[in-house]
C-alpha cells in the first residue's frame, strides 16, 4: 500500500497544534505496518531548513503566481521518512507562521500557497511530476490540504484514491469567491455543490465533497460534526456523505511521549516507578513560583489559547481552585484577552496559580509530568492529544465529555462509589459550576492516596498507542483503494 500524506505541518519542525504531531506520528505507525508512506510538505523555511538530503526530481513552471517552483525528495530529519517540499520561495520562503504572520494577520495569499499545496499533491499523486513513486491513496489532512480532492476531482485520471481528514471544522481555509479564477478550477466549482460556501471559497468544502472518503479524528466528533451545534455550518454536506465519513481517534507518539525514558524531566518515572513524579511536581512548583507543597492537587493547562478550549469556564472557577487548596499552571499562547486575564489570575493568586504564556515543547513535556491532573474544559475537541499525554505521564485528566476527549477519558466516580475502569473526570455541560464539582471530586480522590494512584496506574498502562488507529487507516485505505480500481476498470472497459 503506497499513501501520499498531505499536510501543512509536522513535528518537530513546524507546529501549532496536535496535527503537527499526527503528521509525524501516524506515516511512522503506517510504515510500521508495511505501508510504502512518503510526505508532501509546504517549502516553510523550518521545513527546507530540516529535511535531509533534498534533491530536486521536477522543475514546475509558473504556477499560483510563484514563479519557478521545484518539487524536492529527501528523508525527514528524525523518523527518516521520504519527503516531498515544494519549494516556491515567492510563496512560502518567508518568516513568521505557516498561515499567519508574525502579527497574527492571515497571509494575504493563503489561496494560492496552498491551493499550489493541493494542486502539486493531486499532480504527484496521478503520476504527473515523478515516473518512479505514485501512491494507492492520497491522504489529505484539514482544509491545508483539501484542495488536493477537487483538484483530482476534476482532472480525473488514473486509479488514486483520496482520503480527507477533518482535524477541526473551525478553520476552514475561506476566501472571497473572486479570487477562484485563481485556482484554476471551471466556474462550475464555485457553486453551493461544490466548492461555494455562503459567497465563499471553502477549501475545507473541497475535501468534505470530493474526497473518497472523509474520516475525522475520533467516533464521538465524527457524530458531532454532523450536527448544527459542532458543524460549524458543514454539517449538511458532512450529513449528505453518508456512511463515508467515519471516526478514527488519533494515537500518541510513545516514544516522543514517555515518561520512564523523557530526558526533559526533572527525574524520570513509570507506573511502577512512581517517586520520580515528585520531583516533577516539585520542579514545576518552582518553575511557576508557585509554594513549594507536595500535598496541594497541582492543575495543569497546556493549550492554544482559544475559545475552543473553554478557558473562559477555567477562569471562572480559579478562586474557587485556590479555596479548595488546588494550585494552577497555564501554558498557553493565543488569544490576547485570555493571556491578560490568565496574567490577572496569576498576580490575584501568589504562589497558588502560575502562567507561562510561551510555546515550549520541552516545557510542556515538563508540565506535564509535574501535575497532578490535566485540565481540558473544552467547548468542543475533535481529539485532543493533551488529555493523551497526561494519562501516559499519571497526570489524571479532567475534561468535557465531547469529541475525543469523550472516547479516551472514562469517569472515575467519587471516593464513594470508585469505578475501577475510571482514568479521569468527566463533565457534561460547558458550565462553570460542573467544572468546579468535576474539580472537587477529582481533589477528593486525590486525598485518597490508594485510590489517586490506582488511577495514575491505569491511565498510565493503557494502550494509546498509533498501532491500532494505523491498522484502522490501513483497512480503509485497503477498501477505498480496491474500490476506486473496480471503478476505474468498470470505466475503461
Ligand atoms: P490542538 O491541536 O487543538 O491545539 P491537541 O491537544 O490535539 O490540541 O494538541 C495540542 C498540541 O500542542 C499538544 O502536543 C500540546 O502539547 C501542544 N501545545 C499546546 N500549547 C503548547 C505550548 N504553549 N507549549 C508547548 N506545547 C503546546
Ligand atoms: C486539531 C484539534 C485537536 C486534535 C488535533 C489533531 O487541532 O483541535 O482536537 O487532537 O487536531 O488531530
Not at 59 to 64: M, T
Not at 68 to 75: A, D, M, N, P, R
Not at 189 to 201: I, R
Not at 432 to 438: I, S, Y
Request: proline share 6%; hydrophobic share 40%; charged share 20%.
Amino acid at each position: 500500500m503506497k499513501v501520499l500524506q498531505v499536510g501543512a505541518e509536522v513535528f518537530p519542525l513546524i507546529k501549532t497544534g496536535g496535527l503537527a504531531d499526527v503528521m509525524d506520528a501516524l506515516p511512522q505507525a503506517l510504515r510500521a505496518q508495511g505501508a510504502d508512506v512518503r510526505l508532501l510538505l509546504p517549502g516553510l523555511p523550518a521545513i527546507l531548513d530540516a529535511v535531509l538530503h533534498a534533491k530536486c526530481v521536477k522543475r514546475i513552471g509558473p504556477v499560483f503566481g510563484a514563479g519557478q517552483v521545484k518539487l524536492l525528495l529527501g528523508q525527514t530529519p528524525f523518523s527518516q521518512l521520504p519527503v516531498y517540499v515544494i519549494d516556491a520561495p515567492f510563496l512560502f520562503r518567508r518568516d513568521g507562521g505557516p498561515y499567519q504572520d508574525r502579527n497574527g494577520a492571515e497571509w494575504p495569499d493563503n489561496l494560492q500557497r496552498f491551493g499550489l499545496l493541493g494542486w502539486v499533491a493531486a499532480q504527484l499523486a496521478q503520476g504527473e511530476l515523478v515516473a518512479d513513486w505514485a501512491p494507492d491513496v492520497l491522504h489529505a489532512h484539514d482544509w491545508h490540504a483539501a484542495m488536493s480532492c477537487a483538484y483530482l476531482h476534476a482532472h480525473p485520471g488514473g486509479d488514486v484514491a483520496s482520503v480527507f481528514t477533518v482535524h477541526n471544522l473551525a478553520y476552514q481555509g475561506l476566501f472571497p469567491s473572486a479570487d477562484c479564477a485563481l485556482l484554476g478550477l471551471s466556474s462550475r466549482y464555485m457553486s453551493p455543490s461544490s466548492l461555494e460556501f455562503h459567497g465563499q471559497v471553502s477549501f475545507m468544502k473541497a475535501g468534505l465533497k470530493f474526497a473518497d472518503r472523509v474520516t475525522t479524528v475520533s467516533p464521538t466528533y465524527a457524530r458531532e460534526m454532523a450536527t448544527p451545534e459542532f458543524g460549524a455550518g458543514l454539517e449538511g454536506v458532512i450529513r449528505g456523505r453518508g456512511g463515508e465519513v467515519s471516526g478514527i481517534l488519533n494515537g500518541i507518539d510513545t516514544l516522543v511521549w514517555n515518561p520512564a525514558t523523557d530526558s526533559a524531566l526533572a527525574q524520570r518515572y513509570s507506573a511502577d516507578q512512581l517517586q520520580g513524579k515528585a520531583l516533577c511536581k516539585a520542579a514545576l512548583q518552582a518553575r511557576f513560583g508557585l509554594t513549594p507543597d507536595p500535598e496541594a492537587p497541582l492543575l495543569a493547562q497546556v493549550s492554544r489559547l482559544a475559545s475552543q478550549k473553554g478557558l473562559d469556564l477555567l477562569l471562572s472557577v480559579v478562586p474557587e481552585i485556590v479555596r479548595m487548596g488546588g494550585q494552577l499552571v497555564v501554558q498557553g499562547t493565543g488569544d490576547p484577552a485570555l493571556e491578560a486575564a490568565f496574567r490577572k489570575a496569576e498576580s490575584a493568586h501568589p504562589g497558588r496559580v502560575g502562567v507561562r504564556l510561551k510555546y515550549d515543547e520541552t516545557g510542556a513535556h515538563r508540565t506535564i509530568a509535574g501535575a497532578d491532573m490535566m485540565l481540558m474544559p473544552s467547548r468542543f475537541e475533535p481529539c485532543g492529544l493533551t488529555q493523551m499525554y497526561g494519562l501516559r505521564y499519571g497526570s489524571v485528566p479532567i475534561v468535557r465529555r465531547v469529541g475525543g476527549l469523550a472516547d479516551t477519558v472514562r469517569d472515575a466516580g467519587s471516593v464513594v462509589d470508585f469505578k475501577s475502569d475510571g482514568n479521569g473526570f468527566v463533565f457534561d455541560q460547558p458550565q462553570a459550576q460542573q467544572l468546579q464539582d468535576t474539580i472537587a471530586r477529582a481533589f477528593a480522590a486525590y486525598r485518597q492516596p490508594q485510590a489517586w494512584s490506582l488511577l495514575m496506574r491505569s491511565g498510565m498502562q493503557q494502550d494509546l498507542s498509533w498501532d491500532g488507529p494505523a491498522r484502522q487507516y490501513m483497512m480503509l485505505y485497503e477498501r477505498v483503494s480496491s474500490e476506486k480500481r473496480a471503478t476505474e476498470f468498470r470505466e475503461t472497459d
